[in-house]
């Protein structure tokens, strides 16, 4: 599988992004889908999770209630709508995909794949 995520870019602070990461193949709906995120000098991070069916879903709790993750298995596309952007969402923002089970949502190393990254830069 390969993921190409894209819709980045600079927004105001309270402002909206919605991200989009399109996968190849005809497998995608066998696939977990997370966003990551890396702040400049900090570590990669888990931002959200999306069962393959598209009926559960995980977010941090700096997240919660701004983020929204959803896919369309139709379109092998996976979405990060994110609203009320602070400048603390400011990084770079991966796409990935695990074949692993729902309850290692959150972990990086069960990811199989991952896009190139999109930076999301939030000014105050």
């Known amino acids: 599988v390969q993921l190409q995520a894209s819709g980045g870019g600079l927004v105001q602070a309270g402002g909206s992004l919605r991200l989009s990461c399109a996968a190849s193949g005809r497998t995608f709906g066998r696939y977990i889908m997370g966003w990551f995120r890396q702040a400049p000098g900090k570590e990669r991070e888990f931002v959200a999770a999306?069962?393959?069916?598209?009926?559960?879903?995980y977010y941090i709790d700096s997240v919660k209630g701004r983020f929204t993750i959803s896919r369309d298995n139709a379109k092998n596309t996976v979405y990060l709508q994110m609203n009320s952007l602070k400048p603390e969402d400011t990084a770079v923002y991966y796409c990935a995909a695990s074949t692993s089970i729902w309850g290692l949502r959150v972990r990086e190393g069960v990811y199989d794949y991952w896009g190139q990254g999109t930076l999301v830069t939030v000014s105050s």
């Open positions: 999306l069962s393959r069916n598209g009926g559960s879903t």
